[in-house]
Every structure is written in structure tokens, then in C-alpha cells.
Antibody
Framework: QVQLHESGPRLVKPSETLSLLCTVS????????WNWIRQPAGQGLEWIGR???????DHNPSLRSRVTMSLDVSKNLFSLELSSVTVADTAVYFC????????????WGQGTLVTVSS | DIQMTQSPSSLSASVGDTVTITCRAS??????LNWYQQKPGEAPTLLIY???ILQSGVPSRFSGSGSGAHFTLTISSLQPADFATYYC?????????FGQGTKVDVK
């Protein structure tokens, strides 16, 4: 069974860069697609972007060019950076794996709360 | 972007009830429609993918149907573990988009 685990600073100052890692066990990041999703408190789910096994990325245009994602095959993890954060970026951040066929998100990390505050 | 609209936003039900949640897309997304369940403080879990295929381990009281831009999630004989928030998601294109969620609570 694939397991995903998010890690990174829980508190980020406004205008700085949020950085998170998602460590994958029980499967290889060099297969499947790997996604980031976030959820502000009491709100719905927002898709941030995804990495392909070859290392190419799609991201949500709503986040403009603030998103950078990468894949580290040697460490079996993928990462998210979100630059120029504001309080509106405070949310629980989830990483998730895409499954086969219609590519649903079939495995999720437990999520990590990142707070943007001075 | 493909907009996903769920209805209702919330509903109250009792154990044993049959519950139906609707998800409409702003364009056809068949069969790239998935349903998730989320309980407070937890990550979402996949219930149904490709509109009607039950994810392994999901109880058979959950079912999905629909095509084109109109989909439904039905929970037959609601159980205590089913009180949660449900989201639809399209994986037809990027950006992936979710419905706003439907909270099912106790009547």
C-alpha cells in the first residue's frame, strides 16, 4: 500500500516562500502522477498542481507563476514551493497520487497545516 | 476551467435514509468524474471513480451514476460512518477542479 507523508515548516511569514515535501513509501515516484491540493479552514478543496513521472508539471493558473514543483527520484519524494505567500495561502496542504484510467486521487497524505503569519 | 457545482451544499439525514448528491460540470467530462468522502480532520478518500466504479474497499451502499455533465452519488441505507462531506472532482482536464462539497449531517 502506497503511503504519502507531507513535511515542512508549519509557519511561514508573508511574502516568503512556502516549501513542502511529500515522501512516498510503498511505491516509486518515477511512475504515476503526483498532486498537491490545499484546503483553507472550513472551505473546499483547491488543486494546486501535479508532477508527471518524467518530471513535467501542470499547475493551477489561479496561482499564476508562484508555484514550483519538482520530483526527486533518488529520495522518492516530490516537492512544492509557493512563493510570495499571503494570509490567503494559509491552509491544510495535501499531497496525493493519481491512479489509473481516469486518474482519480487514490492515495492521499494526511495533510499538513501551513499558517502564513508575521 | 471546468466548473463543478454540487447540490445541495448540505443536507440532514437519518441512519437508514437514502441520500442523493448531484454534481454538474460546466461541460461534458464523461467518464472523468470522481467522488471523495472527507471526515473532519482527515484527508479525503476516494469513493467512486469514472462516475460509477466503486473504489476497492468502499461499501456497496455507495453508488455513482451519470454521464456527460450530470452525475449523482447515492448512499443507500445511510450509516453512522457516512456523516461526512462529499466532493466531486473532474479529471477530464487541467486544472483539476472540485465541487464545493456537500455536508451530510445528522437530522
Amino acid at each position: 500500500q502506497v503511503q504519502l507523508h507531507e513535511s515542512g515548516p508549519r509557519l511561514v511569514k508573508p511574502s516568503e516562500t512556502l516549501s513542502l515535501l511529500c515522501t512516498v513509501s510503498g511505491g516509486s515516484v518515477s511512475s504515476k502522477y503526483w498532486n498537491w491540493i490545499r484546503q483553507p479552514a472550513g472551505q473546499g478543496l483547491e488543486w494546486i498542481g501535479r508532477m508527471s513521472p518524467s518530471g513535467s508539471a501542470d499547475h493551477n493558473p489561479s496561482l499564476r507563476s508562484r508555484v514550483t514543483m519538482s520530483l526527486d527520484v533518488s529520495k522518492n519524494l516530490f516537492s512544492l514551493e509557493l512563493s510570495s505567500v499571503t494570509v490567503a495561502d494559509t491552509a491544510v496542504y495535501f499531497c496525493a497520487r493519481e491512479g489509473q484510467f481516469v486518474r482519480p486521487l487514490d492515495n492521499w497524505g494526511q495533510g499538513t497545516l501551513v499558517t502564513v503569519s508575521s | 476551467d471546468i466548473q463543478m457545482t454540487q447540490s445541495p451544499s448540505s443536507l440532514s439525514a437519518s441512519v437508514g435514509d437514502t441520500v442523493t448528491i448531484t454534481c454538474r460540470a460546466s461541460q461534458s467530462v464523461s467518464p472523468y468524474l470522481n467522488w471523495y468522502q472527507q471526515k473532519p480532520g482527515e484527508a479525503p478518500t476516494l469513493l467512486i471513480y469514472a462516475a460509477s466504479i466503486l473504489q476497492s474497499g468502499v461499501p456497496s451502499r455507495f453508488s455513482g451514476s451519470g454521464s456527460g455533465a450530470h452525475f449523482t452519488l447515492t448512499i443507500s441505507s445511510l450509516q453512522p460512518a457516512d456523516f461526512a462531506t462529499y466532493y466531486c472532482q473532474q479529471t477530464y482536464g487541467t486544472p483539476r477542479t472540485f465541487g464545493q462539497g456537500t455536508k451530510v449531517d445528522v437530522k
